[in-house]
């Protein structure tokens, strides 16, 4: 059973529904979330409402049938799927293809979906819009509508009366206007489930809400009518590596973007994952390789610095020529400083947080020069978004790629190389590199001996 639950543009409640669904139905379902587009902090949602990691679709990273591979994979013992859209259901990274958006994944997987409108202020509007994102593409299935933000118990039936006479379509539920379930955002979207201890609570409160709102059970039942999936599909990594290796993972408050598969491909190489907190723990676990993810390092400055001995863990790891992977949230930890407090000073720049978005978008690269995780003429699907900057004003490394799409840390190039270091502000999905676990995992083993 599946069934993705899709808006008509950014900002009508996706989330917000999306995990209080999920959570409703871990009631009684062993649920499995996922959510298309690149997206760290949305997932963290799902992952405490079903009490199970929440897994990133997306078609810019993956073929459909590395969507199909990773969805089966995901699905091992579980019930039913709920996959949270993208934006609107047709947007992507072009205007008028399907790359990137929700309705590639809803394609691939043969998935029915329910649309999510803001209904506020319109009854007949609605049936307009839902009438135009159906003849839009009819491959896709778009068996239900949710109304969000209505007035009142009189508004919402004319809707619903509207869509359903003049659509075909069927309207499952509507939410009532609440200011009281917005969610608390900062500069890269909401607050990680990891820093808010109220999340759990606003969770349990959104689940009450979808339960006085939705029938869930007609959800159920169209998510039943989804298709067996058993075929065209295409791994999403590569297992070479037959020797044990010990991977450290930096997780904590300050770092816990990391895309699940990328951990999964990196184990299924034979590697030992040890978690560490850069927060917490003085020393680094004894391991062979280290790999140090996104999040918010820059609001955590402070209690970094003052962590000496893990700074001067990492430093002498790198001195040692041992593996760091490092993306994003990582990179600016292993330059020389912060918003002037010191850092690790693998790399000899200072990088500060700025008021505007300093890039936000999907990247293409070209790897050129061979590092720990690519070869030179590689091409490397990726994403950056990030409020900071790293200041070069005298290039010190050689840099792994060329950004042929984004804005990478320097003059369109990224990944600063130093020692068996490699750190940028690209991050990175394994299905666009089924390699990734595998030459990580080698180059800790090859290093750490």
């Known amino acids: 059973m599946r069934i993705i639950l899709a808006g008509t543009g950014s900002a009508v409640g996706k989330t917000t529904i999306s995990t209080g669904i999920m959570k409703a139905l871990s009631e009684k379902y062993k649920v499995q979330p996922f959510?298309?587009?690149?997206?760290?902090i949305d997932p963290s949602y799902h992952t405490l409402a079903c009490n199970t990691p929440s897994r990133n679709l997306d078609s810019f990273f993956m073929t459909p049938g590395q969507i199909r591979d990773s969805y089966l994979k995901a699905m091992t013992n579980k019930d039913i799927a709920i996959i949270e859209?993208?934006?609107g259901l047709y947007e992507g990274i072009d205007s008028v293809n399907?790359?990137?958006s929700t309705a590639s994944i809803a394609k691939s997987l043969k998935a029915p979906v329910i649309l999510i409108i803001n209904s506020k202020s319109i009854v007949r509007s609605a049936a307009a819009i839902v009438l135009g994102f159906k003849q839009i593409d009819p491959e896709i299935n778009i068996a239900g509508v949710i109304l969000n933000k209505v007035k009142n118990q009189k508004h919402y039936l004319k809707t619903k009366r509207s869509i359903e006479e003049i659509t075909g379509v069927e309207v499952i539920g509507g939410i009532k206007r609440d200011d009281k379930i917005a969610i608390e955002q900062r500069h890269l979207g909401l607050i990680p489930t990891f820093e808010s201890k109220s999340s759990l609570k606003q969770i349990d409160s959104w689940c009450k809400l979808i339960e006085n709102s939705i029938d869930l059970d007609r959800l159920v039942e169209i998510a039943k009518n989804a298709p067996k999936i058993n075929s065209n599909l295409e791994p999403i990594w590569i297992k070479g590596n037959k020797e044990k290796v010990k991977i450290g993972v930096a997780f904590d408050e300050v770092f816990n973007f990391y895309y699940k598969e990328n951990i999964e491909a990196i184990e299924a190489n034979n590697a030992k994952i040890k978690y560490f907190s850069p927060l917490?723990?003085?020393?680094l676990p004894d391991v062979d390789g280290l790999y140090i993810g996104g999040g918010y390092p820059e609001l955590f400055t402070k209690e970094l610095t003052s962590n000496k001995k893990m700074l001067k863990d990492i430093k002498q790891f790198h001195d040692d020529k041992r593996t760091i992977f490092a993306e994003c949230g990582g990179l600016i930890y292993l330059t020389n400083s912060i918003n002037n407090k010191k850092m690790v000073n693998i790399y000899p720049y200072s990088?500060?947080?700025t008021d505007k978005v300093?890039?936000?978008?999907?990247?293409?690269?070209?790897?050129?020069?061979?590092n720990i995780i690519s070869k030179k003429g590689d091409i490397i699907n990726g994403h950056e978004f990030h409020y900071s900057k790293v200041n070069v004003n005298k290039l010190q490394?050689?840099?792994?790629?060329?950004?042929?799409?984004?804005?990478?840390s320097y003059k369109n190039q990224d990944g600063f190389i130093s020692n068996n270091t490699l750190a940028s502000y690209i991050h990175t999905?394994?299905?666009?590199?089924?390699?990734?676990?595998?030459?990580?995992?080698?180059?800790?083993?090859?290093n750490g001996e």
């Open 98 to 100: 399907d790359i990137g």
């Open 429 to 446: 999905h394994v299905a666009a590199m089924p390699k990734f676990g595998e030459r990580f995992v080698i180059s800790a083993k090859e």
């Open 35 to 40: 959510k298309v587009g690149p997206d760290y």
């Open 397 to 408: 490394n050689k840099l792994a790629f060329k950004v042929n799409r984004g804005t990478g």
């Open 280 to 283: 917490k723990d003085e020393n």
């Open 358 to 370: 300093q890039a936000l978008k999907y990247t293409i690269s070209e790897v050129q020069k061979d």
């Open 85 to 87: 859209g993208v934006r």
């Open 351 to 353: 990088s500060n947080l």
